[in-house]
T-cell receptor, first 114, second 113 residues
Framework: EAAVTQSPRSKVAVTGGKVTLSCHQTNNHDYMYWYRQDTGHGLRLIHYSYVADSTEKGDIPDGYKASRPSQENFSLILELASLSQTAVYFC?????????????FGHGTKLSVL | GEQVEQLPSILRVQEGSSASINCTYENSASNYFPWYKQEPGENPKLIIDIRSNMERKQTQGLIVLLDKKAKRFSLHITDTQPGDSAMYFCAAIPSSGSWQLIFGSGTQLTVMP
C-alpha cells in the first residue's frame, strides 16, 4: 500500500500568521497534490506538482503557495493565514502516465485559523 | 471550470437495503470515473472505478453504471452494512490526456441497523 504522510495532523494558527503543511511520500510517484476539503464542497485542488522544483496552480490557488524540493516532499504554504482557510487539507500522490488515475491520500491536516 | 454534480448529499438507508448515489459531469470527453470512500477521521480511498469504454462494473457488492449519452454515472451499494457508512465521492477526469480529477461534493451515507 502506497504511503503518504502528512504533518502536522492538526494545527491552530492565528490570522495573519504563516503556516506550512508538509507531505512526504514513499511511493516513488511523480505527481503530488494538495486538496482542501470543506463541508459541501468535496475536495478542491489547490496546487499540484509533476516533478521536483516545479509546481502548478490548481482550481483554488489564491492565498496558497507550494514547494516541491524533491520527488518525495511537497509542502503547502499559507503566508498570511485567514479565517477562510480553516479546513482539512489532504495531500495525495499518484503514478501518472497521462492521467491522474488512482490517488493515494494522506490522513489529512485539520487547520483551524483563529 | 469543470463541474461534477453529486446527489444526494445525505443518504440514510436500512441495513440490508441498497443505496444509490448519482453524479453528472459536463465534458463528453471525460473518460475515467472513480469513486472514493472516506470513513470518519480517515483519508479517502479508491473503492471502484470505471472507464468510458464500459457501461457497468461490479466488485464486492459495488456496482458502477456509466451512461455516456446522459453524462451520468452512479454507484450502487447492494446489501448495505453498517461498515458502509461513510462519505462517498465521485470524480471524473475532464478530458482525455488530462491529469486532474474533479470531485463531486460528496454523499454522507448512513446505514441504520
Amino acid at each position: 500500500e502506497a504511503a503518504v504522510t502528512q504533518s502536522p495532523r492538526s494545527k491552530v494558527a492565528v490570522t495573519g500568521g504563516k503556516v506550512t503543511l508538509s507531505c512526504h511520500q514513499t511511493n516513488n510517484h511523480d505527481y503530488m497534490y494538495w486538496y482542501r476539503q470543506d463541508t459541501g464542497h468535496g475536495l478542491r485542488l489547490i496546487h499540484y506538482s509533476y516533478v521536483a522544483d516545479s509546481t502548478e496552480k490548481g482550481d483554488i490557488p489564491d492565498g496558497y503557495k507550494a514547494s516541491r524540493p524533491s520527488q518525495e516532499n511537497f509542502s503547502l504554504i499559507l503566508e498570511l493565514a485567514s479565517l477562510s482557510q480553516t479546513a482539512v487539507y489532504f495531500c495525495a500522490s499518484s503514478d501518472v502516465t497521462g492521467s491522474a488515475e488512482r490517488l493515494f491520500f494522506g490522513h489529512g491536516t485539520k487547520l483551524s485559523v483563529l | 471550470g469543470e463541474q461534477v454534480e453529486q446527489l444526494p448529499s445525505i443518504l440514510r438507508v436500512q441495513e440490508g437495503s441498497s443505496a444509490s448515489i448519482n453524479c453528472t459531469y459536463e465534458n463528453s470527453a471525460s473518460n475515467y470515473f472513480p469513486w472514493y470512500k472516506q470513513e470518519p477521521g480517515e483519508n479517502p480511498k479508491l473503492i471502484i472505478d470505471i472507464r468510458s469504454n464500459m457501461e457497468r462494473k461490479q466488485t464486492q457488492g459495488l456496482i458502477v453504471l456509466l451512461d455516456k449519452k446522459a453524462k451520468r454515472f452512479s454507484l450502487h451499494i447492494t446489501d448495505t452494512q453498517p461498515g458502509d457508512s461513510a462519505m462517498y465521492f465521485c470524480a471524473a477526469i475532464p478530458s482525455s490526456g488530462s491529469w486532474q480529477l474533479i470531485f463531486g461534493s460528496g454523499t454522507q451515507l448512513t446505514v441504520m441497523p
